[in-house]
């Protein structure tokens, strides 16, 4: 079995999810043949695993573990994420192990479900450490919530489990950071404490000496060792997201040729879809939060993808951005919808089978002349496909429930393994796909800016986040000791 090291945090998104990222590819860039692990994630923005010698064409997992295996240089597999679970309600998820649907379950129930998971856990472990010198294990929420302990397999129940040592992360940028680590030093049982081999801090701004007597005060009250303070990494942010929670804090940056609006759905799901947009120099991407309308001066909107579709649907009427949307066509705006945001643009959303919920039919946004029936058997495959319009390569992925039918559908947006995808209205201003990934193919990305106006778009996206996953390593192995977590590692 390959060696070891896992990071857990004080609380979530203390930003594991990117100093895994960077610790992979700092341990490649040294020759370490590396692996990231996660045994549960909680995220709508999933990725397409290939699941070897099955034909129905690929697992699920989440989108950080995804970004991680590129980290270090592999492709992914649905053992690097064997739990993942996908929010459709504030108090229920869709349960996904090793990259298929395993069911549904509310919170309460999915906690004495959790006991049978770390099978599948264990097992997963197994194969991914398989010709691995080192796996770097990221950990979910906080060991701290030791209310949930005993039926634990995200963090210190894995890792008891799997005899994995454990580097504490603390978020100094949202305060608290020594409460936060001396208080889990003092709540965790003997057991668990000992598995923590140190500590580091992150997101880190201005003068670190000014931390060093808050170093020594960590130090006086737990007796781990600290690995470093990481500052602020700007990098971080030319790479996908991993969960919703950061939309909270995204805003409009400087004007620039192109406003893409996104509206931020209750359930919204893959929005790192949007990502290679926001790279590009000329193109400024707004999330738009609930209550606030689509901004007037957007040239484009983009609907993203739903865990969802018939809630979130619901919602952008209560919303009153039904009426922003007809009224940026009427001015001549460019729409495009992903996944559930196609089902959205339709006539109607039909859900007889009751798969999302008790709803079981929803008016459409009437922007496409088709209709979606959600049926029980979900697609989940890695695409390969040819966009229509400029007649170029295209690919990513499709995850998605329904069939979506319709004259529109005549029009189709790609051409996905000989069959038509989508559907584009009359006028061609508004485009309809399953495709996920759709904006990551730079020569399509480029034309299709070009037809909104836009010229000199179509950057090497790939490369762009290859070189952040560069840089972020490059600030690790600087302002941490990595040789002592590697060599921690068993």
Known sequence: MAKAIMLQGTGSDVGKTVLVAGLCRAAKNRGLNVRPFKPQNMSNNAAVADIPGDKAGGGEIGRAQWLQAIACGVAPSVHMNPVLLKPQTDVGAQVIVQGKVFGEAR???????????????????????????????????????????????????????????????????????????VGTHLILPEEDRRMIVGYLINKFRGDVSLFDDGLKSIETFTGWRCFGVVPW???????????????????????????????MLGR??????????????????????????LPADAGLVV??????????????????????LLAHRKRGGHVVGI???????????RDPDGVEGSVTEAEGLGLLDVETVMEPEKTVRNISARSVQFDLPLEGYEIHLGRTTGPDTLRPSAIINGIEDGAVSADGKVIGTYMHGLFGADGFRGKFLESLGIKGGGIDYRAEVERALDE????????LDCDAIFALAR
């Open 107 to 181: 919170a309460r129930d999915y906690q004495a479900l959790k006991g049978r998971l770390m099978d599948a856990v264990l097992d997963s472990w197994g194969k991914v450490g398989e010709g691995a010198d080192l796996v770097i294990v990221e950990g979910a929420g906080s060991p701290a919530e030791i209310n949930l302990r005993s039926r634990d397999i995200a963090n210190m129940g894995f890792a008891t489990r799997a005899d994995v040592p454990v580097v504490l992360v603390g978020d100094i940028d949202r305060g608290g950071v020594i409460a936060s680590v």
């Open 472 to 479: 972020v390593a490059a600030e690790l192995e600087t302002y």
């Open 233 to 263: 990494l700007k990098a971080a942010a030319r790479l996908p997201s991993e969960d919703s929670v950061v939309l909270e804090r995204l805003a409009s940056g400087e004007a620039r040729a192109l406003k893409v609006a996104v509206p």
């Open 268 to 293: 919204i799901a893959n929005f790192d879809d949007l990502d290679p947009l926001k790279a590009e120099p000329q193109v400024e991407v707004v999330f738009v939060p609930p209550g606030k309308p």
């Open 339 to 349: 996944c559930g945001g196609f089902q959205m643009l339709g006539r109607a959303v």
């Open 303 to 324: 609907i993203p993808g739903s865990k969802s579709t018939i809630g979130d649907l619901l919602k952008f009427r209560e919303n009153g951005w039904d009426r922003d």
